[in-house]
């Protein structure tokens, strides 16, 4: 399936809400149990590189910790699978390009030092200086690019910049993140292209380290990936650019279980972000209340009969978090967590406070 619009179909449709943006609303009357609607499997995500032999790269099946032995010849230490069958699936979806592109990567992650990790603490920073480090990173970007077309004779603007990349710290899970929406733009690029209508963050970086992680992965892959997946340097910051303003108010936590944040069940293998996933608002009594993971794609279920009209809402918060009864404590971590103060029903009610 690819996806043009906004995913609606016989049972819902998304409108505007009063105090959420967009939400998912009910048609008609649905029944308790009926699964209303399962995410094109296209999503940008990673599955976090201590997990890597022990996730399959297509599936996700984790089996508590045994290492997977099937792999790609295309990229034979990049990804490890459950079966043929899911080896063959994942090479068909990424294409030949994006073998490669997981195979160099790995081998330079393989050499290349890794970075260190953030302080705590650190100052938020303003929409200025992201605007300003993106400049910098694409004009040295195109450099790269440019250096990387020219078989010959390149200048030394450009072998500096092409070194200067070479050498960079590595961020692993940063660069498999980028690298999977980099992949998903140029093999889904309807399903991505609804990434961009989703609500945004103006400066989806928490500190200056966070945004040079993007940054510098982005020089990274630039310098590594194969020519056929690299536009221009400009364009592969905008494609890194919408994901990380995507992905702040958007992404699931990738579970060992079978249920989403809601179960927390198992070990957390990684997160993602599913364009037609992301429309649902949060509710402390929320409507779906199961929303099961199968494979790569989410299937969203309902836990009681719904009206028509009803929003349909799933929880961002854990089983644990919702059963709190404290209104301040729910909105506190939803604050925190996802920069919104929480207005459902729930919260409405037991604040008194009328919004
Ligand atoms: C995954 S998006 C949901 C779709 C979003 N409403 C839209 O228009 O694209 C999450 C965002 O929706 C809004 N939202 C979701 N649940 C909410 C709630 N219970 N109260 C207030 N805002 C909420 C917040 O702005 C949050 O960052």
New binding site residues.
Partial sequence: MALSTLPENELFEIRS?A?????VFARQPIAAGTTVYVTDPCSVHVIYRIFRREVCNWCWAYDNGQTYKITSDLCPQAAYFCSDGCKELWERDVGSLGCQAWDKLEAWLRKAGKAEDEPADAPRLSVLEVDDAWIKAVALGALVVSGRRRSTSTSKAERKALLRAHGLAAHDDVLSFLLSAIIAAHTHPTSFALLRT??AVEVPYRCAEHLAAHTDSFLVLLALLPIGLLSSAAEVADIIRTVARADA??SFGIWSGPGGVASGSGEMLGYGTWPDA??????CAPILGARVREGRAWKFVTSRDVDMDEEM?IS?LSAEELKETDVTARRAVLERA???????AR?VEESGDGV
């Fill in positions: 809400t105090w959420s943006g967009r939400g989703l609500e108010h958007n992301s429309f649902f608002n949060h509710s809402t961002y996802w920069g919104f103060r929480c207005r459902c919260c």
